[in-house]
């Protein structure tokens, strides 16, 4: 049922790209017999050509072995050409191979266009943007299958639909490479318009008896509020919240394909935080009057897509997290309805630090909607048996840590529900009752949770070896407090650039020449009391804080010293940062456009 029709225009799967003093030339190496593609090096343009033109100087040209074009990035500065030199095979999708990239190059196309200082300043950090969207994380792609949509979305393709273009079946707001495909498009170029996603794939084969099982996990990230974890936070006025990853997890089984998916996104409110070296940034509601019409279009939009909606949000109801919880339930209210529906279930205040097995009792409140919107389920023709009515939408504040190991569970209860229907579990069967099995699971689960973690925080997540081992350990508190120290600097001191490209790739801002990239310098307060053997002495109070902490945590979890511990870090990095001349805080620099 979702195969794809055998009319349809292949993609070039290997490719030799030349490198000539005037234009890169893209030659199809894969036994395809399609023209080359030739991109001027002065100014982008790109055709086809019937053969690679010999060289006529001296210089012979570089030549590189691509597997893909990722598109073409046209600035002020110039165009670029980016193209995947490095993939590794990440598994199978319903039958179709799966491609991770494990490298990408860009090449400029603007020798025209370095003529003034200001222009060449221009490039420099266009260049230096560019060479942070080259280690983008978490790219997968397929020659043969669609990735942005789900097994049940593809299985409800019409027959027209079918015979399209890869890229044109795709679900614009999932393909990370939208706005780079537009040269590519313009120009008709199909066999070269490679869609993109960013996310995770992760799979496993296990034994159950007799019985076989492959379970996939796959992530989609939406690229329309695409960020880092501070400068992405909330919704935009259309509704669209930052963090919105998308979630199915697979399970074939003698010819059967079960398809369950989650999502999960930040609270669809108006909201910020602004970096400001503390350790946990006040949260600012924003244009509250707007909450009830940016809430109805994203819900609206997800009821389109999904059918039924059940909100599960986790954040604290009282502290800093209190103010946002309130307002995201009062204004659920408005639009609540059967389809509808909102859970609160303050994840810190029921499961503590160690009790994440208190998840049941969130389990229990949301089964019934489980049950009753169900997954799909194709039998061995590919005919639909059983389709998903609703999704359960997860957020918490970074829709990280919280988030995965609730949705690990509800992924888990699904499984298993599942492995029942086609017979392969008892009624009262369990993953946990098959070692294998469930080790494998949970390691699943923790995998997908470090990838969707790394793109937004920069770090693995939080609280990931209660999804990989079913309780909490040592070593996995330890590894907390590590990474929380580290997306701390992260979001203080690198996130802004890696914000900026982001934004570039996305088409989300215009660039401009000559813009003032340089932060304001400010004095007085901590910073005039700035010294080396000061901001020393503070970091390792820190550290000395931290390691009680740690003693402690084995007992009663008390929050006095992680407070303690992250006012003494944040004023010695802060001293630090200032003692060694570094800027306060690193924003992003590009502007809005006026799109």
């Given at each position: 049922?979702?195969?794809?029709?055998?009319?349809?225009?292949?993609?070039?799967?290997?490719?030799?790209?030349?490198?000539?003093?005037?234009?890169?030339?893209?030659?199809?190496?894969?036994?395809?017999?399609?023209?080359?593609?030739?991109?001027?090096?002065?100014?982008?343009?790109?055709?086809?050509?019937?053969?690679?033109?010999?060289?006529?100087?001296?210089?012979?040209?570089?030549?590189?072995?691509?597997?893909?074009?990722?598109?073409?990035?046209?600035?002020?500065?110039?165009?670029?050409?980016?193209?995947?030199?490095?993939?590794?095979?990440?598994?199978?999708?319903?039958?179709?191979?799966?491609?991770?990239?494990?490298?990408?190059?860009?090449?400029?196309?603007?020798?025209?266009?370095?003529?003034?200082?200001?222009?060449?300043?221009?490039?420099?950090?266009?260049?230096?943007?560019?060479?942070?969207?080259?280690?983008?994380?978490?790219?997968?792609?397929?020659?043969?299958?669609?990735?942005?949509?789900?097994?049940?979305?593809?299985?409800?393709?019409?027959?027209?639909?079918?015979?399209?273009?890869?890229?044109?079946?795709?679900?614009?707001?999932?393909?990370?490479?939208?706005?780079?495909?537009?040269?590519?498009?313009?120009?008709?170029?199909?066999?070269?318009?490679?869609?993109?996603?960013?996310?995770?794939?992760?799979?496993?084969?296990?034994?159950?008896?007799?019985?076989?099982?492959?379970?996939?996990?796959?992530?989609?990230?939406?690229?329309?509020?695409?960020?880092?974890?501070?400068?992405?936070?909330?919704?935009?006025?259309?509704?669209?919240?930052?963090?919105?990853?998308?979630?199915?997890?697979?399970?074939?089984?003698?010819?059967?394909?079960?398809?369950?998916?989650?999502?999960?996104?930040?609270?669809?409110?108006?909201?910020?935080?602004?970096?400001?070296?503390?350790?946990?940034?006040?949260?600012?509601?924003?244009?509250?009057?707007?909450?009830?019409?940016?809430?109805?279009?994203?819900?609206?939009?997800?009821?389109?897509?999904?059918?039924?909606?059940?909100?599960?949000?986790?954040?604290?109801?009282?502290?800093?997290?209190?103010?946002?919880?309130?307002?995201?339930?009062?204004?659920?209210?408005?639009?609540?309805?059967?389809?509808?529906?909102?859970?609160?279930?303050?994840?810190?205040?029921?499961?503590?630090?160690?009790?994440?097995?208190?998840?049941?009792?969130?389990?229990?409140?949301?089964?019934?909607?489980?049950?009753?919107?169900?997954?799909?389920?194709?039998?061995?023709?590919?005919?639909?048996?059983?389709?998903?009515?609703?999704?359960?939408?997860?957020?918490?504040?970074?829709?990280?840590?919280?988030?995965?190991?609730?949705?690990?569970?509800?992924?888990?209860?699904?499984?298993?529900?599942?492995?029942?229907?086609?017979?392969?579990?008892?009624?009262?069967?369990?993953?946990?009752?098959?070692?294998?099995?469930d080790e494998r699971f949970k390691i699943l689960w923790a995998n997908h949770g470090d990838d969707i973690s790394i793109q937004y925080s920069?770090?693995?997540?939080?609280?990931?070896?209660?999804?990989?081992?079913?309780?909490?350990?040592?070593?996995?508190?330890?590894?907390?407090?590590?990474?929380?120290?580290?997306?701390?600097?992260?979001?203080?001191?690198?996130?802004?650039?890696?914000?900026?490209?982001?934004?570039?790739?996305?088409?989300?801002?215009?660039?401009?020449?000559?813009?003032?990239?340089?932060?304001?310098?400010?004095?007085?307060?901590?910073?005039?009391?700035?010294?080396?053997?000061?901001?020393?002495?503070?970091?390792?109070?820190?550290?000395?804080?931290?390691?009680?902490?740690?003693?402690?945590?084995?007992?009663?979890?008390?929050?006095?010293?992680?407070?303690?511990?992250?006012?003494?870090?944040?004023?010695?990095?802060?001293?630090?940062?200032?003692?060694?001349?570094?800027?306060?805080?690193?924003?992003?620099?590009?502007?809005?456009?006026?799109?």
């Amino acid at each position: 049922m979702m195969e794809r029709a055998d009319s349809v225009q292949k993609l070039y799967t290997r490719m030799r790209l030349w490198e000539f003093p005037d234009q890169y030339v893209i030659e199809p190496t894969d036994g395809s017999s399609g023209s080359s593609l030739a991109v001027s090096r002065v100014d982008g343009s790109m055709k086809l050509i019937d053969e690679v033109p010999e060289c006529t100087t001296v210089r012979v040209p570089k030549i590189y072995t691509i597997f893909g074009v990722v598109g073409i990035l046209r600035l002020l500065a110039g165009s670029y050409l980016m193209v995947i030199t490095e993939r590794e095979c990440a598994g199978s999708y319903l039958g179709h191979p799966i491609f991770k990239i494990s490298s990408m190059k860009v090449f400029p196309c603007d020798h025209s266009l370095k003529s003034t200082p200001a222009e060449q300043k221009a490039e420099l950090e266009f260049s230096g943007l560019l060479n942070v969207a080259e280690k983008t994380t978490g790219l997968f792609f397929s020659y043969e299958t669609n990735l942005t949509l789900s097994a049940q979305r593809l299985n409800d393709l019409g027959d027209e639909s079918r015979l399209l273009p890869l890229w044109r079946q795709a679900e614009p707001r999932f393909l990370w490479n939208n706005y780079m495909l537009e040269v590519l498009i313009d120009n008709k170029l199909d066999p070269y318009l490679l869609p993109v996603v960013q996310g995770s794939f992760h799979y496993f084969q296990a034994a159950i008896g007799k019985d076989i099982i492959d379970v996939t996990l796959i992530a989609r990230r939406c690229t329309r509020r695409n960020g880092t974890r501070m400068w992405r936070r909330g919704a935009d006025p259309d509704g669209y919240v930052a963090n919105f990853v998308e979630t199915e997890q697979l399970m074939q089984f003698n010819g059967y394909t079960a398809s369950f998916v989650q999502i999960r996104g930040s609270i669809p409110l108006l909201w910020q935080q602004i970096v400001d070296l503390t350790y946990k940034p006040k949260f600012e509601l924003l244009k509250l009057e707007e909450a009830p019409r940016v809430l109805e279009r994203h819900i609206l939009d997800l009821r389109k897509k999904y059918g039924a909606v059940l909100a599960v949000d986790l954040v604290n109801k009282h502290g800093g997290e209190g103010r946002l919880c309130e307002k995201f339930g009062s204004t659920m209210q408005h639009v609540a309805s059967d389809d509808v529906r909102y859970v609160h279930f303050d994840f810190h205040h029921i499961c503590g630090h160690v009790h994440f097995e208190r998840l049941s009792m969130l389990y229990d409140q949301i089964s019934d909607f489980l049950e009753r919107n169900g997954y799909l389920l194709l039998n061995e023709k590919g005919e639909k048996m059983k389709e998903q009515l609703g999704v359960v939408r997860t957020n918490c504040i970074d829709c990280l840590d919280r988030t995965n190991v609730t949705q690990s569970m509800i992924g888990r209860n699904m499984l298993e529900y599942q492995l029942r229907r086609l017979g392969v579990f008892g009624a009262e069967e369990t993953i946990s009752s098959h070692s294998n099995l469930d080790e494998r699971f949970k390691i699943l689960w923790a995998n997908h949770g470090d990838d969707i973690s790394i793109q937004y925080s920069g770090t693995p997540a939080l609280k990931g070896d209660f999804v990989r081992f079913g309780h909490r350990t040592v070593q996995g508190i330890i590894n907390d407090g590590c990474n929380a120290l580290q997306r701390y600097y992260l979001n203080n001191f690198v996130d802004g650039t890696k914000q900026d490209a982001i934004d570039l790739l996305q088409g989300h801002y215009i660039v401009s020449v000559g813009r003032d990239t340089a932060a304001s310098s400010q004095k007085g307060g901590l910073e005039s009391i700035a010294s080396f053997p000061l901001a020393l002495g503070l970091v390792f109070t820190g550290f000395l804080f931290a390691t009680m902490s740690l003693r402690q945590v084995r007992y009663d979890f008390r929050h006095f010293f992680f407070s303690l511990m992250w006012a003494s870090i944040s004023v010695g990095l802060a001293a630090f940062v200032r003692a060694n001349g570094r800027v306060f805080c690193n924003r992003p620099r590009l502007h809005n456009p006026p799109r």
